[in-house]
Nanobody, 118 residues
């Protein structure tokens, strides 16, 4: 029914930038808050950033001032602009959203790898 597809991950040197995208497709009537999580090897999954349907963002402390979350409701897409990347940002990044389709459900993307070299 609904799929979240991420793109934009890759390998970058410390101090560099990447922009992640997550597009929702399928039968979609509305999308609540959209979120980015990440999971580094051997660590728990961490909420990185969230944005409400009205566009209000929130960030975990470690990325404030470096990452920017935004969304395009017309395209059912959320973005994560990541600047001044650090090796500790290395992780698999997952998109998450609660979508009202034929039912209201929580959906996850497949994940995209971000690797920051020192």
């Amino acid at each position: 029914q609904v799929q979240l597809v991420e793109s934009g991950g890759g390998l970058v040197q410390a101090g560099g930038s990447l922009r992640l995208s997550c597009a929702a497709s399928g039968i979609i009537f509305s999308i609540d808050a959209m979120k980015w999580y990440r999971q580094a090897p051997g660590k728990q999954c961490e909420l990185v950033a969230a944005i409400t349907s009205g566009g209000w963002p929130n960030y975990t402390d470690s990325v404030k001032g470096r990452f920017t979350i935004s969304r395009d409701n017309a395209k059912n897409t959320v973005y994560l602009q990541m600047n001044s990347l650090k090796p500790e940002d290395t992780a698999v990044y997952y998109c998450n959203a609660v979508v009202l389709s034929t039912t209201r459900r929580n959906y996850w993307g497949q994940g995209t790898q971000v690797t920051v070299s020192s």
